[in-house]
Nanobody
């Protein structure tokens, strides 16, 4: 089994910064794409950013230039640096990872439980 544990959420004023972390643990052989999704209150979950094992990144238009995704493959950890935060960034942020477990030949989609980010105006 694999677990994803997020940390770093909290309350911040508009214009401020937060850094989210997500560590994967368990029976891991390798991790393909890792990403961050968010679900604002009353809305559907949406992709924020993703990063491949090789470091190629993809961002939602709403966060381009403000958020930066990175990963440490040796630590099975993905980060999301969020700068110039806006009230509309308020959401529960979820970590996602496509994990190839030891003894398997295909990747399985795993999710963290989420961490709340609240941006006050």
């Amino acid at each position: 089994q694999v677990q994803l544990v997020e940390s770093g959420g909290g309350l911040v004023q508009a214009g401020g910064s937060l850094r989210l972390s997500c560590a994967a643990s368990g029976s891991i052989f390798s991790i393909n794409t890792m990403g961050w999704y968010r679900q604002p209150p009353g809305k559907q979950r949406e992709l924020v950013a993703s990063i491949t094992y090789g470091g190629s990144t993809n961002y939602a238009d709403s966060v381009k230039g403000r958020f930066t995704i990175s990963r440490d493959n040796a630590k099975n950890t993905v980060y999301l640096q969020m700068n110039s935060l806006k009230p509309e960034d308020t959401a529960v942020y979820y970590c996602n990872a496509y994990v190839v477990q030891s003894g398997y030949y295909y990747a399985i989609d795993y999710w963290g439980k989420g961490t709340l980010v609240t941006v006050s105006s």
